[in-house]
């Protein structure tokens, strides 16, 4: 059971990535699913949550109408796609899930299962 994230890269500000969170080992389908990130220096927080029950989302006051988050359950995928990239979007990202809910949010300390994160850069 594992989630691997992929996507993430050297950008310059007000470009675009998309991340992507690959689950092998179950089925996402049912599972709320949750994008983090960690900078530097800073704490672990949550940016975006799915909704496995009716694909709600969530977004963090700082990337609300930048991020979008969505997912391909066929694929057993979920997404987070980046747009218009501002140096203080420099992080890990992680997607993640408790394993257990199907509905948002997700807080940190009911997460059961990390990806390994993948490295945004934002910076001319």
């Known amino acids: 059971v594992q989630l691997v994230e992929s996507g993430g890269g050297l950008v310059q500000p007000g470009g675009s990535l998309r991340l992507s969170c690959a689950a092998s080992?179950?089925?996402?389908?049912?599972?709320?699913m949750g994008w983090f990130r960690q900078a530097p220096g800073k704490e672990r927080e949550v940016i975006s949550c799915i909704s496995g029950s009716d694909g709600m989302t969530y977004y963090e006051d700082s990337v609300k109408g930048r991020f979008t988050i969505s997912r391909d359950n066929a694929k057993n995928t979920v997404y987070l796609q980046l747009n218009n990239l501002k140096p203080e979007d420099t992080a890990v990202y992680y997607c993640?899930?408790?394993?257990?809910?199907?509905?948002?949010?997700?807080?940190?300390?009911?997460?059961?299962?990390w990806g390994q994160g993948t490295l945004v850069t934002v910076s001319s």
């Open positions: 080992g179950f089925s996402l389908d049912y599972y709320a």
């Open positions: 993640a899930t408790d394993y257990f809910s199907s509905s948002c949010p997700l807080p940190r300390r009911h997460i059961e299962l």
